[in-house]
């Protein structure tokens, strides 16, 4: 009997110990924490992929390109998608959602015989905006639509 | 049979061409109901459309793109006879090519 509780009250005592260790662990940088947040932000990712595809070329904000996509999707797994646009020369479409995992849906590169139109759709995880990045012979263009999802469509 | 369905239609002297592939295109992030073990990321990387013999198109896809995926892209002019040619590589290396007659 007195072995078994002290058995217990050895074990109890080691397991606090370790529970104090870990929260410790945590709550001892708190600033490092912060930092890893901010780092994980969506718009973050979203700039780091455009900087990556586009190598710090301008972008510029265009009203010439059309999304039309549904406001409120209730299923993320497929949100129809359809991109025109009015700019000449268009040689490429690149879709990117911004809370995405991987913000990057798709880049096409058009050959000069094509209309400046794609059609898709999409999987959505959460409520984000849906930028589109047109590409010229003149430069780059960009426009985005908000869509609020009610079902996400990444863990379907 | 193949993955790839197609269909052209003329509109306006423009040629519309829509495709239909069947594909899982799984991001690697989704677990089995089951077994709960994690699916492997699996998904068509690059699309490429050739009319006649110039190639029009070539896509980088990702896994955002659904399942199932539709792509629809518009042809300026385009003749009744001509030949469209879709293929897909996916992320395991799995290939499929469908040609179309433009009717």
Redo the contacts between chains.
Sequence with gaps: MTDNRRAFIKKSVAFSGYSIIATGGLLASPEASAEWLAETTSTDILQQTIKRLFKDQKIIESDKIDIQIPKTAENG???PI?VTSSLNNVEGISIL?EK????????????S???P????????AESSAVAVIVETNEGFYTASKKVIVTLG???? | MSSIKIRTKRMDGNTQIRMLIAHPMEHGRNRDTKTNALIPAHFIQELTIKHNKNVIITGNTGANISKDPYFAFTLKGGNVGDKITISWVDNLGNKDTQEHIVN
């Design positions: 797994t497929s949100v359809t959602i995405n995992p991987i913000p990057l849906v798709a880049k096409f590169e058009l050959s015989d094509l209309e139109f794609v059609s898709t759709r999409l999987k959505i469509g990444c863990e379907l």
